[in-house]
């Protein structure tokens, strides 16, 4: 059974208080942010000591890490360790393919889950974003991280030709890795106003989220959907990561600088 975290539920429930009573103007539940925003590539590019200020005294208890694959900067594990030093929960998001090369540099604390894409159907050949070669390096990255003793999370993402059948499939494949959490929501910017599937598709990712069987996770999905899901950002696919692989695994974050 999928247990959400009592302290996730307490600093949730919190927020949305705070919210409804306007103590903070910034009580947002989950905050969104591009690891591209203030990391770089390159790691004689430095980190913006400013944005992790902002970030570190947001009162949001939840960070969401996502846009192009995080995992390709030299600096993630700095700065996942830093907004977890203070205190949020970090969500970070990852098709999983350079998971296994990197986990050693990141701690596994009660407050980090590990997010990876799964596709529905991907396990299957049937994957619209993963091409071959991709979902086995996110399979290791998944069992590297639980053996060394990491919380995950497995977001799915649902399209409007998702089949609900391939969703609970999904879900019992990630159960069967004894993942710690499950977060289905509609695909980047598919719930745009101008798509005109957009209210099927939503009522397709309400029936998908019934099948996870776990009301916090439920509820958590519904939370981070106006935030994962609104375009505003488009994370790369797992094929075209995967191009780079070789490129982006030999990092030194010893060269990242905080400016």
Not at 143 to 156: H, P, Y
């Amino acid at each position: 059974m999928l247990r959400f975290p009592l302290r996730l539920t307490a600093d949730l429930t919190l927020a949305r208080i705070s919210q409804k009573l306007r103590f903070a103007r910034a009580a947002r539940a989950v905050q969104f942010l591009d690891a591209a925003e203030i990391l770089h590539p390159e790691s004689s590019q430095p980190v913006s000591h400013e944005k992790i200020r902002e970030i570190i005294s947001s009162s949001s208890p939840v960070v969401w890490i996502g846009g192009n694959e995080p995992l390709h900067h030299p600096g993630i594990a700095h700065l996942v360790r830093a907004i977890t030093g203070s205190g949020h929960f970090v969500f970070l998001e990852t098709d999983g393919t350079l998971l296994r090369r990197r986990i050693h540099e990141f701690q596994p604390v009660s407050q980090l889950f590990l997010t990876v894409r799964l596709e529905p159907g991907a396990q299957w050949g049937t994957s619209r974003s993963l091409r071959p070669g991709a979902l086995e390096l996110a399979l290791e990255g998944i069992r590297a991280a639980r053996l060394s003793g990491f919380l995950l999370c497995v977001r799915v993402r649902v399209h409007a030709e998702t089949e609900l059948g391939r969703v609970a499939e999904l879900i019992l494949f990630a159960r069967s890795l004894d993942v710690d959490g499950i977060v289905i929501a509609p695909a980047n910017g598919a719930l745009n106003s101008a798509n005109p599937d957009a209210a099927a598709l939503q009522e397709k990712t309400a029936e998908a989220r019934e099948l996870i069987r776990s009301k916090g996770w439920e509820s958590f999905s519904r939370l981070i959907e106006p935030v994962v899901s609104s375009g505003c950002y488009t994370a790369r696919s797992s094929g075209e990561n995967s191009v780079h692989l070789e490129q982006k695994t030999r990092v030194n974050e010893e060269g990242v600088k905080v400016a």
